[in-house]
């Protein structure tokens, strides 16, 4: 039996409520990383930080995280990186998916 109130995170791959997930704005999509996972991201980034001070980070848009620029499209076209993270694009896009196929030929 699928527990849909549950959603399994594609960093620690525990099933966790949806509560511990970072909802998207303006989208019915969910970040695939629980809450604890986004935040050790970033603190595990922190940590690195004084044997690699040329890396860099960046604020996503969308769950507001500062993250590696690793975990962000580059955009060649545009010569900078997507202002969504990777999750959270990839969350986006199957909303976005979702939407056109349970709306196309409808209004
Ligand atoms: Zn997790
Ligand atoms: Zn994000």
């Known amino acids: 039996m699928k527990d849909s109130s549950k959603k399994k995170c594609r960093c ?5 409520p949806l509560e511990q997930f970072h909802r998207l704005a303006g989208t019915a999509a969910i970040h695939p990383f629980c809450r ?3 935040g050790a991201t970033v ?3 922190t940590a690195l930080r004084g044997s690699q001070r040329t890396l860099n980070t960046r604020g996503c848009a969308q769950c507001g995280q500062d993250l590696p620029l690793q975990m ?3 955009l060649r076209a ?3 990186f997507h202002s969504y993270c990777r999750p959270c694009h990839a969350a ?3 909303d ?3 939407r056109l196929q349970g709306g196309r030929k409808r209004g």
């Open 96 to 98: 976005r998916y979702r």
């Open 92 to 94: 986006y896009m199957a």
């Open 36 to 38: 604890p996972c986004l």
């Open 43 to 45: 603190r595990r980034r």
């Open 78 to 80: 545009s010569g900078s």
């Open 12 to 16: 620690c791959l525990k099933a966790k």
């Open 72 to 74: 962000f499209h580059w």
